[in-house]
């Protein structure tokens, strides 16, 4: 393990431990102002300040409403990395949304004579908490930052690429230390010119052999500063080390500078990273909920659909009612969706096969649950488990799925989120009878794993729902 890893470690320690700090402190700068000026100014007589078990069970009620906003917005991850502007903006609103929350909760029904009391209790409290929280955080994100510049932190990195953008590329980043990377050496194609000043680095390799030189040693970033020309090459070695804990960086492009894909991060090089979640902490939560509280209550509204296709089930042909089969999660974990069972017994007694309109292994029940989806209602349970969510893409059989990846290999970053029931490849797209066809799907389902919102969810639940009233699904 890396010293920046090690140090990631200790630093999410220190600033749990820390924020509890100034969570405990901004709500005793509360309750003395209450004990203090509010309410004895309420009820005309001094008020004795206690400070028992009330005041230890709001005190860490508070902490832990604060520790869990800062966490969902992010302010615990990549501590080795987070700049102190961001992180200032970051502590300011987590500051602020749990001010709001706590006025809501707890300081409107205060013990108040007017109305500017509030502003008060709510400064008390948030001036202590921003003021404390901040503080230490600021400290903590300062040392770091001087551990960087010292080169005490560094971040073991493989540059790929051997040509004039290469080199220049590290010259830059050799004059200029403030993003701490340690090159431990370069790859190159097979048929890249080297620059002679990337001699200042060892030589690694072959740009083939990048998986194994990140399996065989510690590397957190990897740079691809590969000539223009070469996007189908880079996808390729993206897809190929994603799966790894590593931050792949690209140098952008003039097509990337003009279309905003380019921060102004700082005054030095700039690098399209690679994102590595494509869903922010407080949006994946957001989304959870979501899928839980809608899952729930579809579950019980379908409840008479469900049972009225148990009983054509049953009654249509022999066999289980509920069919179970094995599909890729997220991360290429595994899990069995539930499904109402459409298909005669023994259908893929010949090995895996996609349906058609016409597939002759349907039931006539199960044409009739597949042209309004309802054989698909049981997966709602694998959205209250969590192995799905109901807005996401199609989950494939790995049979299926290794076809796909060997002729369209950018689209293993599917894996990166959960499936879905319904996904925007199935409302744009719909059912595929090839794979050539589940490739033309995949590629409407990678447009929405790069645009994660609840907004877009409800939509494409919205445009599923018209689907299944005017019963197109096949």
């Known amino acids: 393990m ?6 990631e470690r200790k630093l999410f320690f220190y600033y749990i431990v820390l924020d509890v700090i100034a969570g405990i402190g901004a709500y005793t700068s509360l309750h003395l102002v209450r004990k203090i000026y509010v309410e004895p100014e309420k009820f005309g007589a001094a008020v004795p300040i206690k400070f028992d078990q009330t005041f230890v069970l709001a005190a860490v009620a508070t902490t832990a409403l604060f520790i869990g906003i800062s966490a969902l917005s992010g302010i615990y991850r990549d501590l080795t990395r987070k700049s102190r502007l961001a992180q200032a903006f970051n502590t300011f609103g987590g500051t602020l949304i749990t001010a709001v929350t706590l006025f809501f909760l707890v300081l409107l029904d205060d013990y108040i004579k007017e109305y500017s009391d509030y502003y008060l209790t709510l400064g008390a409290y948030s001036g202590s908490l921003l003021l404390l929280s901040g503080f230490f955080r600021f400290i903590q994100s300062t040392s770091v930052r001087h551990k960087i510049d010292k080169g005490t932190i560094q971040f073991p990195t493989v540059l790929i690429g ?13 004059k200029d230390r403030s993003k701490g990377y340690s090159f431990l050496g370069y790859l190159n194609t097979s048929d890249g ?3 002679e000043r990337m001699n200042a680095i060892p030589f690694l390799g072959n740009i083939d052999q990048l998986a194994d030189i990140i399996n065989d040693n510690t590397v957190e970033d990897v740079i691809i500063a590969l000539p223009s020309g070469n996007s189908d090459r880079i996808a390729a070695m ?3 080390i994603e799966q790894n804990d590593v931050r792949i960086h690209v140098l952008p492009n003039v097509f990337s500078i003009l279309s905003g894909q380019v921060k102004m991060e700082s005054l030095g090089r700039s690098l399209i990273e690679v994102k590595r979640e494509l869903v922010k902490p407080h949006v994946a939560f957001i989304k959870r909920l979501f899928d839980v509280v809608v899952a ?3 579950l019980l509204v379908a409840a008479p659909f469900i049972l009225f296709s148990i009983a054509m089930i049953a009654v249509g042909s022999p066999g289980p009612i509920f069919y179970t089969q094995e599909r890729l999660g997220k991360n290429g974990g595994t899990f069995k969706i539930i499904k109402l069972r459409s298909m005669y017994q023994d259908a893929e007694a010949q090995g895996p096969q996609l349906s058609s309109e016409e597939d002759p292994r349907i039931t006539p029940w199960g044409r009739t649950m597949r042209k309004f989806r309802l054989d698909e209602l049981p997966q709602f349970l694998n959205v209250i488990k969590g192995d799905m969510a109901i807005v996401g893409p199609r989950p494939e059989r790995r049979f299926f799925f290794d076809q796909i990846i060997a002729a369209a290999p950018q689209y293993r970053y599917l894996l990166k989120v959960k499936p879905g029931i319904t996904s925007w490849g199935m409302v744009k797209f719909g059912y595929a009878e090839n794979v050539e066809e589940m490739i033309e799907r995949a590629r409407f389902d990678l447009i929405y794993t790069e645009n994660i919102t609840l907004v877009n969810d409800i939509k494409i639940l919205f445009y599923t729902l018209v689907t299944v009233l005017q019963g197109r699904g096949k």
């Open 2 to 7: 890396s010293s920046s890893k090690k140090l």
């Open 162 to 174: 051997s040509e004039k953008d290469a080199a220049d590329l590290l010259i830059a980043f050799q």
């Open 193 to 195: 010119v080297v620059d």
């Open 238 to 240: 993206v897809s190929a």
């Open 296 to 298: 729930t209550l579809l």
